[in-house]
């Protein structure tokens, strides 16, 4: 009877147990820390496999020990699985076992990937923090329509007289609540089905969005700030680690999370791998801010590109930090404002007619 192989490299990566950034932080600042206790390799992974409480991180990492048990070096079977591991994290762990520094690039690493993480959060409490609020307004708004406004509009059908201009008003934005309110909704969720595919499918509509998105007022300089600071901490973790400079551009391109940075890293990419020197490749088409130019051609002249590199994503990176907080302490009374004046109007719509009655009466 032939025996089945055991399939340890499928993981479930379902909701809920997909593998995160987070995880392969802590994965490799644990390694890290057992390598340079002078834990053996394959023992090191067995312990993070006990430690590991997610079926799929647990699953990954049992088959990254079987194939090292076998004799394959930490980089190449990180190669296999490429969806988690990217291009950089496996040149830096390449160059970490060439040079004998393994314990050194996997703490650097670790520490990239939550300075990425935290950028990364930053910008996602920016953008869905007001967008969850008014949805939650848009949402009582409706219900208020729907459920409460055919009440008091059946209430007022007894008074027998006209109702104000701005009670009609709302009534008769419940009467098309209640008639085509799930073609509204339908017809919402199919436009940002639809955006989403084009996004996918098409490249042009992409570069458009992502174009839009960077002439934003506000919005568009948290997204130039973010991606300047992504490219440089990329760059600066690469460049240190040894990765020669086209391929570390390469990845930092892929890091700025704009396809109109990627587009231009590239290109910069292309004039560096010609003997152009960075700073001048960087210069065309005027994308970076001043200041960062001049910090990487100070970077190139003094041959500390890494860590000029450094100082300008820790620049940028405080930068968001600064803006996402004013955005936030300014957002906060602005959608409390908004969400008043949404509800507090259907409420005083629904209390004019009796008003009027009373001062009748």
Not at 61 to 81: E, S, Y
Not at 184 to 189: D, H
Not at 264 to 273: A, F, N
Request: hydrophobic residues 50%; contains cysteine; aromatic residues 8%.
């Amino acid at each position: 009877m032939t025996k089945k192989p055991h399939k340890t490299h499928v993981f479930n990566l379902t909701l809920g147990n997909k593998i995160v950034t987070r995880d392969i932080a802590i994965f490799s600042r644990q390694l890290a820390t057992m390598i340079k206790a002078g834990v053996p390799m394959v023992q090191a992974f067995s312990i993070a496999i006990e430690g590991q409480t997610k079926p799929s991180m647990r699953s990954l990492l049992m088959h990254l020990r079987d194939q090292i048990t076998a004799g394959m070096p930490v980089a190449q079977a990180l190669r296999k699985h490429p969806k988690v591991f990217d291009a950089l994290f496996c040149s830096l762990v390449e160059a970490g076992e060439n040079s004998g520094t393994l314990d050194t690039m996997l703490e650097r690493v670790a520490l990239y990937k939550e300075r990425m993480e935290s950028l990364k959060n930053k910008i996602k409490k920016a953008l869905y923090y007001p967008v969850f609020v008014l949805l939650i307004g848009l949402g009582v708004s409706a219900l208020l329509l729907i459920k409460v406004v055919p009440e008091f509009e059946k209430m007022f059908a007894g008074f027998g007289a006209d109702l104000p201009a701005f009670t009609q008003l709302v009534v008769n934005m419940s009467r098309f609540m209640q008639a085509w309110g799930h073609l509204v909704l339908g017809g919402m969720m199919a436009l940002i089905y639809s955006i989403s595919m084009l996004k996918r499918r098409y490249p042009s509509v992409n570069l458009r969005l992502n174009r839009w998105a960077l002439r934003l007022p506000i919005m568009g300089q948290l997204l130039h700030k973010s991606s300047v600071a992504r490219f440089a901490r990329t760059l600066a973790t690469s460049f240190m680690a040894g990765v020669t400079l086209v391929d570390a551009l390469e990845a930092a391109g892929k890091s700025t999370g704009n396809v109109i940075y990627n587009r231009h890293v590239q290109q910069i990419r292309k004039d560096v791998s010609i003997g152009q020197p960075l700073n001048f490749a960087m210069r065309n088409g005027q994308l970076f801010p001043t200041m960062v130019n001049q910090m990487v051609a100070i970077g190139e002249e003094s041959g500390a590109l890494d860590t000029m590199l450094s100082k300008v994503a820790d620049f940028y990176e405080e930068e968001v930090n600064n803006l996402v907080e004013s955005m936030t302490s300014l957002l906060e009374p602005l959608v409390i404002v908004l969400l008043g004046i949404i509800v507090g109007g259907l409420v005083i719509a629904m209390y004019l007619p009796i008003f009027q009655m009373g001062s009748i009466l």
